[in-house]
């Protein structure tokens, strides 16, 4: 890790400790050279994973992707930055699970999305649904809030 004031290539870990959401590693560092003191955050990445398309077409999987998808059906919700890192890294333990081959449908994906999102905002969660599954009409709308109002009596 090269220091980002004088460039110097050696850092020293000083101290590691998890975030405080849990989901990522907060790294202390010194250079060995100015002696400037640095923070750096270690996530979980999903690496070489293609995405199956309803199409057929396969695709790489994208974080920024997945991110952008929650984040629109979160627009305007109440959540704090560190509860929408932990949802999307569940989400994304998940997706690493159900890859077994490195491969995952959309379809997997977004029924993954709308389980967490389901319990961690059901507004959000209608959202998505209403985008994933081409809700057409109002019809389908009521179908989708009368599961929601029954799960939780």
């Known amino acids: 890790?090269?220091?980002?004031?004088?460039?110097?290539?050696?850092?020293?870990?000083?101290?590691?400790?998890?975030?405080?959401?849990?989901?990522?590693?907060?790294?202390?560092?010194?250079?060995?050279?100015c002696g400037f003191k640095f923070s750096t955050y270690e996530e979980m990445q999903i690496l070489d994973l293609l995405v199956v398309k309803r199409d057929g077409r396969r695709e790489t999987y994208s974080r920024e992707k997945a991110e952008r998808g929650v984040l629109h059906a979160l627009e305007k919700r109440s959540y704090t930055e560190d509860q929408f890192k932990l949802l999307l890294n569940k989400i994304e333990r998940d997706i690493q699970k159900k890859s077994s081959r490195n491969e995952i449908t959309s379809r997997e994906i977004g029924e993954i999305v709308m389980r967490y999102l389901r319990k961690f905002d059901k507004i959000a969660y209608i959202r998505f649904a209403s985008v994933y599954r081409q809700f057409e009409d109002v019809k389908t709308f009521q179908k989708e809030l009368k599961k929601i109002a029954n799960k939780r009596k």
């Open 1 to 33: 890790m090269k220091c980002p004031v004088c460039n110097f290539k050696d850092t020293k870990v000083v101290d590691s400790r998890l975030s405080s959401s849990g989901v990522c590693v907060r790294r202390r560092r010194k250079c060995g050279k």
